[in-house]
């Protein structure tokens, strides 16, 4: 069954420092999306995309933030100078429409120390 | 702001009981979608409700939403240990972006 990959698993990094996660969404979905969860909190939109470029972004998404669809496959979520409450399980959700329902990738761990 | 709201927020039970969780909202949304997750891992979509009044079943599982499309139930017959784990509910707007309940962790025990 098709399923959205996310890398790494799991991402230590250091307060300031750039990172960059990776997906690669159900091969013929055309949204995608960004979600992280904080833990023990609510699962919060990020961002969502379409057609290489972003069509609605959350408060959270500042300039820190930035997504690129950079070949046919991969989706990725970078963020410039990570701070420490930047630590969170991000996922990444991909639909086929925009009136289809999302499946998720298993999220990527990140910790900022 | 809590667009969705869910209850119970835990909830311990024994294999073989009926049970039924809630998702409720001031807000109309035109889907909701209901998710299971496990610790660790990403919300796995269970099923999605479109039409107020609508009910879907997935083996043991009974989905509603109301006919407002405010709100949402969850009914589990004949729990099993398998059933365990965080159950989400999202409602969307244009399925562009999701809001998500704070979930309802259910133990079913053997």
């Known amino acids: 069954e098709p399923e959205v990959t996310q890398t790494p698993s799991h991402q230590v990094t250091q307060m300031g420092q750039e990172v960059i996660l990776r997906c690669v969404p159900i091969s013929n979905h055309l949204y995608f999306y960004w979600y992280r969860q904080i833990l023990g909190q609510k699962v919060e939109f990020l961002v969502s995309?379409?057609?290489?470029?972003?069509?609605?972004k959350s408060e959270i998404f500042d300039d820190q933030f930035s997504v690129e669809r950079p070949d046919g496959s991969n989706f990725t979520l970078k963020i410039r100078s990570t701070k420490l409450e930047d630590s969170a399980m991000y996922f990444c959700?991909?639909?086929?429409?925009?009136?289809?329902?999302?499946?998720f990738g298993q999220g990527t761990r990140l910790t900022v120390v | 702001t809590q667009l969705l709201e869910q209850s119970p927020q835990f909830l311990s039970i024994q294999e073989g009981e009926n049970l039924t969780v809630y998702c409720n909202s001031s807000s109309v949304f035109s889907s909701l979608q209901w998710y299971r997750q496990e610790p660790g891992e990403g919300p796995v979509l269970l099923v999605t409700v479109v039409t107020g009044g609508e009910v879907k079943k997935l083996k043991r599982l009974t989905f509603q939403f109301g006919d407002a499309r405010k709100d949402s139930s969850l009914h589990i017959t004949a729990a099993q240990p398998g059933d365990t784990g965080l159950y989400l509910c999202?409602?969307?707007?244009?399925?562009?972006?999701?809001?998500f309940g704070s979930g309802t962790k259910l133990n079913v025990k053997p």
């Open positions: 999202a409602g969307s707007y244009n399925f562009n972006k999701f809001y």
């Open positions: 995309f379409y057609n290489n470029e972003i069509s609605e």
């Open positions: 959700a991909s639909s086929y429409t925009e009136n289809t329902e999302a499946f």
